[in-house]
């Protein structure tokens, strides 16, 4: 522990105060919030013009689609990311290069539904995140493929095989397309996570893995109900192994629910995440949804971030949470103009939101 402790200070000083420089123009709860009293897209782009989004946002115009104020958001997350990855080496740089693995698992599931819904290469690829590391080529010959089975082989990982095998491209759609979405990009949190478990040690673990963990837990979760939605009998097989506080236990309690109201009131009752979901029966039923997962996850790794940031300082744990703010608040920004887009009420707007406590 002192070992990892004094490598840090003396090697990470210069990215650990470039975090804490960034993270002073990160927006605050109150600013993300006024987003919502906006009414146009231009009032909004117009309040962010001067901030961290404003060189992306610069080139958009009026006939730009929702298509492409999605990305420049993306490309200015992005943006700040590979600056922070470029001044950084040796344990911080790898810790990155984990980091932005997980988009990879994004474009996967994007294209695996775009594919199955039978839209052309050009409206995919216009949504693939910048910080994806498939080159475009690599992506283009997945996307030529014509069915799932030899999409998931081309990374030679018999997990993601294995529970992706009970599909095809011909049926997903609906929730069973949210279903395979799901286990997709739970394989890519689980990759991160596991990294996590497997190669750091110290403060970096102790501080980065209740944060990854989580996110493999919520996506075992959303596995489960999605896929008693469906009323499919072969969840286990879908299923990651990993876990962070969802045990074995807790997981065959979920699986054993008659439905997902029930399954919501078990994980209500657990001793972890009781408080985080409190009231989630409610609110799927009130939206018969299951999007309130996400939000709910990214408002837990706010407040395990904000925790880091209160504490000790020289660990990795404060890149990730660093990561975790910058990355949620992309996510603010785009729901604010996606809902205004779609036409919301100001009060449906603003569920959209995780903000910081």
């Not at 290069?97 to 539904?113: M, T």
């Not at 839209?119 to 995140?129: D, L, M, N």
């Amino acid at each position: 522990m002192l070992g990892s402790t004094l490598q840090h200070i003396f090697q990470e000083n210069y990215i650990i105060a470039k975090i804490r420089g960034e993270k002073s123009y990160l927006l605050g709860a109150r600013q993300l919030f006024a987003l919502t009293d906006l009414r146009t897209r231009s009032e909004i782009l117009g309040a962010l013009s001067e901030g961290p989004y404003g060189k992306e946002l610069s080139k958009l115009t009026e006939e730009s689609s929702p298509i492409d104020t999605e990305r420049a958001i993306r490309l200015g997350f992005a943006r700040t990311v590979r600056t922070l990855m470029s001044s950084s080496q040796g344990s911080e740089r790898a810790f990155f290069r984990q980091f932005i693995r997980r988009f990879g698992a994004y474009d996967l599931a994007a294209l695996v539904l775009f594919k199955a819904q039978g839209k052309p290469w050009e409206e995919f690829v216009a949504t693939r995140q910048p910080l994806g590391l498939f080159r475009e080529s690599e992506l283009h010959r997945l996307y030529s493929l014509d069915d799932l089975y030899s999409m998931m082989t081309t990374f030679g990982d018999r997990n993601l095989e294995a529970r992706t095998q009970n599909f095809s491209l011909t049926d997903l759609e609906g929730l069973k397309a949210s279903l395979v979405r799901d286990i997709i990009i739970g394989w890519g949190e689980e990759r991160f996570f596991r990294y996590i478990e497997d190669k750091l040690s110290g403060a970096d673990r102790s501080q980065c893995a209740p944060i990854a963990g989580a996110a493999v837990d919520v996506s075992n979760l959303a596995i489960i109900l999605r896929s008693k939605l469906i009323g499919t009998t072969t969840v286990r097989d879908h299923l990651i192994p990993s876990f962070w506080k969802l045990d074995h236990t807790t997981i065959d309690q979920l699986l054993a629910s008659q439905d997902v109201g029930q399954a919501l009131d078990y994980v209500a009752a657990h001793h972890y995440y009781g408080r985080i979901f409190s009231g989630a029966r409610q609110r799927f039923e009130e939206s018969k949804s299951l999007s309130f997962l996400e939000v709910t996850l990214r408002k837990h790794q706010l407040r395990l971030s904000k925790r880091i940031f209160l504490g000790f300082p020289y660990s990795l744990g404060t890149i990730l949470a660093f990561l975790i703010f910058k990355d949620n608040e992309a996510k603010n920004i785009s729901a604010a103009l996606t809902g205004l887009d779609a036409g919301l009420e100001q009060s449906d707007l603003r569920s959209l939101l995780a903000l910081p406590d």
